[in-house]
């Protein structure tokens, strides 16, 4: 998440400025104008549109999204009927893991961004991950870990790889793209993701930097020290001289406002992103949840651990596409319209399993089903795998942070959807809130942007600014103790779990 600080000389009174915030989604592009009581003045959005070239690509046009990104600039300031001299600051949220290279000189990207969701490199990851060098790098860092007890040390004697990092997509990039190559020995290639190309943009070529929470997320990026990780680079043959400098501004769970250790935020969009506050150290993991930085401002690190399911909203648009539903509202009340699933079970992993299964080579499945089965049956299948996957996640990060939660909240898209929040409630054994505007992300980095420039003064402030919709606590906690499964859930989950092992290692080679 990036701040870009608007010239002085152009701002209004206080009382009639206001923050530009722009999310750049998976699926979409928002831009909204915030008041001083955080309040939307005005909106904007755009479809992204995915790219794919071959079975297992997924990218995007650079070309196209800086286009969309000026688009929804002008129009949420046309709709706010607001002048550009009154924006006091721009704040900008992105997806991560997103990534594509362009010539310093001229702007000119050398290929399509390559999307967090692109597996090309499943093979390439999945053989890196078995190879007797990183056994070697295993044993060796528990060696020294058991000497110097370094978390540092045990968090490289766990370390794996993954498609969603950017790191084998980018070795992918240097060895299939000549140009990338050429430019490379030139040292005239940038390297970044996409709020390091919008800020190329925006600058005309005068800025190559990103934040430490995109940076965080791409695999190359060492959480310990602050930096680009010059082991993980020569491990793989990436020339740092590519990678974007740092800036210090930003933020994930600002929207949320969930700046205290045992905070946890769920965003459910295109896919589910589960984050817990972790404090001022990084979490080492075992399972797949992810170190990263959640924001850096002034000398104050803030780090998160970070769990993901790749395919929540995909899964739903998928449905849709097959007309079991014309209108995502209905699905609610669809899957609330039978008992149950009768006995339907749907694994949601067109992109494969992320934490803490870790499949790439997992196949999307509906299992289970009768001539009894009905549409509504499927849909309460599939809404029943998000709150599944969340359930997974959420016992993955008790179990391994051992951090007392302090309180949940959830937004995105896919949010708004009672069923499944109730049911993520039930499963957790705990409350869960879902605020009055999903769109937290955007809000998160107009938060960041505010204080950066003084709009808003501090975090309480931000707290003040908050809002509840819904709160939805668990059904039948009373009877079996807060932070318990609802017990009618159990034996259904269980069969979910079967199908999920059954759906694993489906596309290995013969």
Not at 44 to 59: D, F, Q, R, S
Not at 351 to 375: F, V, Y
Request: charged fraction near 20%.
């Amino acid at each position: 998440m990036l701040c870009i600080k608007t010239p002085h000389e152009h701002r209004m009174e206080p009382g009639r400025s206001f923050i530009l915030s722009v999310d750049v989604g998976t699926t979409s592009m928002k831009c909204h104008v915030y008041d001083k009581e955080a309040k939307i003045r005005g909106s904007c959005a755009t479809k992204v549109v995915p790219l794919y070239p071959e079975v297992g690509h997924v990218e995007m046009d650079p070309d196209d999204l800086w286009k969309g990104f000026i688009s929804v600039v002008k129009g949420a300031v046309q709709d706010a009927g607001v002048q550009m001299r009154q924006i006091e600051a721009l704040g900008i949220s992105t997806q991560r893991g997103t990534f594509t290279t362009w010539d310093r000189k001229t702007g000119v990207p050398f290929h399509n961004f390559i999307s967090w969701q692109d597996q090309r490199t499943a093979d390439l990851v999945k053989s890196w991950n078995r190879s007797c060098t990183m056994k070697a790098i295993h044993s060796v860092m528990k060696m020294v870990y058991f000497l110097t007890r370094q978390k540092r040390s045990l968090a490289a004697s766990l370390i794996v790889f993954s498609t969603q990092h950017v790191t084998f997509r980018l070795v992918w990039a240097l060895t299939h793209y000549k140009q990338v190559c050429g430019s490379v020995d030139e040292g005239n290639c940038c390297f970044g993701t996409i709020d390091t190309w919008l800020l190329f943009k925006l600058t005309k070529g005068q800025v190559h930097a990103t934040d430490y929470s995109n940076a965080s997320a791409t695999g190359i990026f060492d959480s310990y020290q602050m930096c680009w990780s010059g082991f993980l680079s020569s491990l793989v043959s990436l020339p740092l001289s590519i990678f974007p400098k740092m800036a210090d501004q930003q933020a994930a769970m600002f929207g949320e406002c969930c700046f205290d250790v045992g905070d946890v935020k769920i965003t459910m969009g295109t896919g589910t992103f589960m984050d817990i506050n972790t404090g001022s150290k990084p979490h080492t993991s075992v399972a797949g949840l992810y170190p990263i930085v959640g924001w850096k401002i002034g000398s104050e690190v803030v780090y998160l651990a970070e769990g993901n399911a790749a395919d929540t909203g995909t899964a739903i648009r998928w449905a849709q596409k097959l007309e079991l539903f014309s209108d995502v509202t209905e699905t609610s009340a669809m899957a609330y319209s039978v008992s149950d699933s009768d006995g339907v079970c749907f694994v949601p992993s067109f992109s494969g399993l992320q934490a803490p299964l870790n499949d790439p080579k997992a196949c999307a499945s509906l299992m289970g089903l009768k001539p009894s089965t009905t549409k509504s049956h499927l849909v309460r299948a599939i809404l029943e795998s998000v709150a599944f996957r969340n359930k997974q996640l959420y016992e993955t990060m008790l179990r391994e942070t051992r951090i007392p939660i302090t309180k949940i909240r959830v937004d995105g898209g896919v949010s708004s959807n009672d069923f499944v929040m109730q049911l993520t409630a039930d499963l957790f054994g705990r409350k869960v809130a879902r605020p009055q505007h999903n769109e937290m992300s955007c809000l998160g980095a107009a938060f960041v942007a505010g204080l950066g420039v003084g709009f808003w003064r501090s975090r309480e402030e931000l707290k003040k600014l908050q809002s509840t919709d819904t709160m939805f606590l668990p059904q039948g906690a009373a009877k079996e103790g807060a932070g318990s499964t609802s017990r009618e859930y159990i034996p259904i989950l269980q069969s979910w779990e079967r199908a999920l092992r059954r759906s694993m290692n489906w596309y290995k080679q013969p």
